[in-house]
């Protein structure tokens, strides 16, 4: 990726209107209507190796997205001189928050400056605290094991499923204890985990349940959004993903009391009504990231559409190919976020070339994937710190921080980060059907060198 370059806004719509009729009601894992051909295989010499690369010079779709009304909505905010959402009861932030709930399907939305303040903010409104236990998965970003640290809770650990890269439910019921309050579980790449499972063990044991849904903008699971799901859903809207202003979160759920106490925590403690009622940060989101927002939202559905369409021609193309297999999507998935895609690396049949080989031959094709999160998170020196504060050794006891430590043993986790393989999508996904042959004929042009490859 050298430089990156702008769709115009023409070449975009007209993307757009081919795209929608494939993506309408896209079952991933219904009848195949695309070509059902497997990857199409394309010779020469590795670039690796002198030869010439498959896509030279490739550049992506820009990502985040900018136009020029976003520029004006910003330049309009500045103006104004209100550029704290406590300016203006009817200002950015407010409208961004109903936007955001009537694109999800929630009765509301509360904005924060990151998903890692919506997670802590959901913590602390329902009130959680030192002794309580929250679990959650080791294959994230720190912002969801911090959202629950903050407010001094214990993060178990549950292992993840090899194939979805998923938390998995059953590993979560396992590690239930007396003093769990919640799930958080996390829609990992922006798909949706195994929500269905999730609820039931949710509802057996009287949990709540907090989705991480950082990534996971439009996803959609057995034809509901992911967000409203579980009590409450956390969005990011850093940079990277694929709505974004910078540094900002979003808070949504159908539980209007639950989201007027986030309003409250998030609002250094106050309430609406202006007064100081409990602990609380101060976390609020301002005008100028909310400007941004309301811009990015105009392109958010139609964005999805493609990075459907797209995922979904992938899905077709390295359908049978064994060397790479994308995420496995549980049933009743509807929509993908596609924040990532993914794919594991299967050692057996690549003949001696390990993932980083074919990671680094790849990339002299010009094609740029990466191996994601180098170590689970419960491999991390934040679980000895914990250990050895005095906060937590006065709220857990010696045996159950033991137990802990002890729990840290997750091997689909680890074997996930050693053979993950992915796409940074939120602007590579947006790119035309030819881009997507560029990655497959990239990949398998590397397949098919494989044994010479290995000699080197
Ligand atoms: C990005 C992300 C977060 C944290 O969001 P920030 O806005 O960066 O604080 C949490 N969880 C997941 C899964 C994420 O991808």
Redesign the pocket.
Known sequence: MKEEKHISRRKFISTVSTATAAVVGAQFLGPLSLAETGPTPKGGKLALLGGKPVAPNKVWPKWPYVDEKIVARITDTVRSGKWCRIDNSNGNVTQFEHAFADLIGAKGCVCTG??????HTVVEAMGFGPGDEIITSPY?????I??ILAARVLPVLADIEKDSFQIDPEDVERKITSHTVAIMP???MGQPCNMGRIMEIAEKHHLRVIE?A??AHLAEYKGKKVGTIGDAG?F???S??VISCG???GITSNDLKLLDDCYTVQNHGTNRQGRSVTIGPKYRMNELEAAILLGQMEHAKEQNEIRNRNARYLYEKFKGFQGLVPQKLYEGTTNGSF?LYTWSFRDEYWDGITRDMFLKAVAAEGIGLSPYIKNGLHREPWTDNIISRKSYQAMYSPGRLQQFKEELTLPNCDWVCAHMVMLWASGPLLAETKDMDDVVNAVMKVYENRKELAQK
Do not use: N
């Open positions: 990151s998903g890692t303040q919506s997670l994230t970003d720190m912002g969801t911090q959202g996390i829609h990992i991480d950082c990534q956390c990011s809207f850093q990277s993903k540094e900002g979160g924040y």
